[in-house]
């Protein structure tokens, strides 16, 4: 199942509250480091598309209409 961004950042926020907690477990370190890593990547990615959509559709909004 496909996250949204905002499940996405939210996960993330748990896994940094988990791992800067006195309670995470060292063989979890690993596991938790991976999936933000891949988290990250997956909203970088969504917040680099959505910035050339909304540059597009910026730019049509310039060019003037024949």
Do not use: F, G, H, K
């Amino acid at each position: 199942m496909e996250l949204t961004y905002q499940q996405a950042v939210t996960e993330l926020e748990n896994i940094l509250r988990t791992i800067q907690s006195d309670s995470c477990d060292i063989d979890r370190l690993t596991a938790l480091t991976r999936r933000a890593t891949e988290l990250l990547s997956e909203c970088r990615s969504r917040l680099t598309t959505t910035e050339t959509e909304l540059r597009t559709i910026l730019a049509s909004l310039e060019t003037p209409q024949p």
